[in-house]
């Protein structure tokens, strides 16, 4: 009886509606000494120019007086936000996918501890 029923009901709201958690456990690394290896996130993320950006270097021709006043680089274009600021709102698509109302408390609140420590 529960098929035929569960059926009717996503057919009546306009979709599929299936009711389904997965939990897949990642198998452990073969080697794991290995995983110590892999570089830092910083070396990742550095950026190293490449050869045929070292050999074929822009030219900027101006008057040296000009050069001498003008920043290439504004150090505060990727600086953090000013202190208050917030970030906008998620679209309501997005904000859907935010919602943690299946999490249980204790999960919220091992999280919200795992948060406060890596904060520091």
Do not use: W
């Amino acid at each position: 009886g529960q098929g035929p029923q569960g059926a009717e009901v996503g057919k009546a709201a306009g979709g599929l509606i299936i009711d389904c958690k997965y939990g897949n456990e990642l198998p452990k690394p073969p080697v794991p000494k290995l995983l110590k290896a892999l570089p830092t996130v910083e070396r990742l993320c550095q950026y190293q120019p490449t050869s045929l950006e070292l050999d074929h270097r822009p030219f900027l021709l101006s008057e040296q007086e000009l050069l001498s006043r003008v920043e290439f680089v504004d150090p505060d274009a990727y600086g953090a936000p000013p202190g208050g600021s917030m970030p906008p709102p998620p679209p309501p698509q997005d904000a859907v996918l935010l919602k943690d109302d299946d999490v249980s408390t204790v999960a919220k609140e091992a999280e919200a501890k795992r948060r406060r420590l890596t904060e520091k």
